[in-house]
């Protein structure tokens, strides 16, 4: 079965501060891994994917983030944080490679402070 | 514009009463799902659908049902056997082996 580990429900850093948000997955076959952002009352935003191209995986509004199968991780980075980016980040796995059965972290409420 | 709509915004249930959340997509998407968002523990899985006239249960089906009987629409019924319905529902859908796209979801609140 697969799984979604993010540590830290909560995250706060200044604007212009490097943003990292952590996610681990556990997968039985080689994962298709998602991270999506949601602001309050709306749905889920698709910030960027990693379908076994590039491990290095590069996303809107500059986020990013590494594919590391050694440490199963999916981190999520951005270099200088912006008030616009305070939300909730979710990180998602699927072993079929898409929307089917997408399983989600906790999330992860990003707070950016002047 | 192409998109998943999802009506009511809001919803206020009173117990032992049936809601039927709306969920209306014109992306051409093959797969739909329902999933459930409560504060601290993610996105859970109720049901999802592949294919037109057929759906599975995800992983918190109880007290729900779904019906798929066109491409475009995949309607969530809350059942009174639902216990805890108050939470945030939010509806996706995508292509086979893609992303999903999701709703802008409907809160549900039983008073």
């Known amino acids: 079965a697969q799984s979604v580990t993010q540590l830290g429900s909560h995250v706060s850093v200044s604007e212009g501060a490097l943003v990292l948000l952590r996610c681990n997955y556990s997968?039985?076959?080689?994962?298709?891994l998602f991270w999506y952002v949601q602001y309050p009352n709306q749905g889920l935003q698709l910030l960027l994917k990693?379908?076994?191209?590039?491990?290095l995986v590069k996303g809107i509004n500059d986020f990013e983030a590494e594919f590391k199968k050694s440490e199963t991780s999916f981190h999520l980075t951005k270099p200088s944080a912006h008030m616009s980016d305070a939300a909730e980040y979710f990180c998602?796995?699927?072993?079929?490679?898409?929307?089917?059965?997408?399983?989600f972290g906790t999330g992860t409420q990003l707070k950016v402070e002047l | 514009d192409g998109g998943i709509t999802q009506s009511p915004k809001y919803l206020f249930r009173k117990e032992g009463q049936n809601v039927t959340l709306s969920c209306e997509q014109n992306?051409?998407?093959?797969?739909m799902y329902w999933y459930r968002q409560d504060p601290g523990q993610g996105l859970r899985l109720i049901y999802y659908?592949?294919?037109?006239?057929?759906?599975q249960k995800g992983d918190i089906a109880e007290g729900y049902s779904v019906s798929r009987e066109k491409k475009e629409s995949f309607p969530l019924t809350v059942t009174s056997a639902q216990k805890n319905p108050t939470a945030f529902y939010l509806c996706?859908?995508?292509?086979?082996?893609?992303?999903?796209?999701f709703g802008q979801g409907t809160r549900l609140t039983v008073v």
């Open positions: 998602a796995v699927s072993e079929t490679g898409g929307g089917n059965k997408l399983t």
């Open positions: 996706a859908s995508s292509r086979v082996n893609t992303e999903a796209f």
């Open positions: 992306l051409n998407h093959d797969a």
């Open positions: 997968s039985s076959v080689p994962p298709y």
């Open positions: 659908s592949q294919i037109v006239n057929d759906f």
């Open positions: 990693y379908t076994s191209a590039a491990t």
